[in-house]
DNA sequence: GCGATCAGCT
DNA sequence: CACAGCTGATCGC
């Protein structure tokens, strides 16, 4: 296979085929309303945001693939003229709305590329597809999303968290609430403290229009008087916004966060900032038994604002657990931009063999973002 | 003016 | 210190 024939979440010419795995802004940098460098293949949800996301965008360019089937492609490489033929498979990556994972196979071999993905209790459909997928083609390389690919990440599989957050709302009677959310991801969070508490929740105009997309109907509303939960742009929610909340209507602030800890504290108080990781990794060291969950789940730590254990990324248990189920000979992360970024393969190359040698990376990498393209096969 | 890149913030 | 995602400044064409 040709080199940079395909491209994954990665936009510059050259490439006769892209492939976007969920509409978030660090897998579609490089693409805008004017981007024409090819057809452009991505899941039916994906597709549906592309006219608010992109506005000008050239929607003949977009491939909408049907998710869990076989699907055959025939390119031809620029350099040799031939036409070359292969197949993909778009699975659900429970990441996000409309995020997926890709399955290649070939003569190139056979290589998954997941994205982001969550792989926690409830992605048994992924699993079941996968699973049938790989069990007839083995994975030669896994590109894997490896953001909490270290064992001081863990955390419960979400449906757990929604009821923990409707307890702090419940508990909170006559307090307004604050959900910090981006602008895709953590709907059915939402959707779930909606169905308990049974209450509306607000969302700012551009995420109403977001919600309609994607189906969800009369559970989100812009109209202040209907809830006092309102989810709002996570860059947009801070201690300081909730003191200044607060001197008009008591508030408390919800930050659904995979990491448990606390970067900056408020007022220099040294007993906010997060101590949590370095106990987590403490009570992982001190015990050869299994982890324990829930470790803080919820954590107050600061009389406006909680944070909660909610990510859709997977922790770093439910990575092993599908590095296990597919077995690849070998791995590479996609994540590189953490400095204790480690190689998924320190942690879990024996599943692959010994083929590649496990290589614990200290350095920061130069490069924000790992290079997203497929490399030559 | 536009896109790409980077610094900064939560 | 640390993540992911967004905003806004700056640079180069």
Redesign the pocket.
Known sequence: MESGLISVDRWKRGSEAYFLTHM???NT??L???WSNGPLFCSPTTASLFPSRFPAFDLSLIRVVTLSSWISLSLRTPASGDAFTFHFMAIDAHH?PGSVMFLFRGDFGCFLYTG?FRWDSECDDAKATLADAINHFPVDVLYLDN??CNPIYNFPSRHLIAPLVADIIASHPSHDIIIGV????KEELLVRISRILNTKIWVWPERLHTMHLLGFKDIFTTDTTLTRVRAV???S??I?TLVELNTMCPTIGIMP???P?V??TYGGDANL??SL?TASYNARKNTNGPRKKNLQTVHKFHDYMYSVQYS??SCFEEIGDFIKLVQPKSMKGI?A?????VDPLYYFGRICGTSQPPELLLMRPQQ?RGNKAIPSC
Not at 182 to 185: A, I, P, T
Not at 337 to 341: L, Q, R, T, V
């Open positions: 978030h802004s660090d940098r490089g805008c309303s004017k996000c982001d953001t909490y981006d602008s895709l991801g742009p996570r860059q929610f801070s300081q966060s995979g990491l800890w970067k900056r900032s997060g990781i859709d990324h994540v931009s953490s400095s204790c970024y924000r």
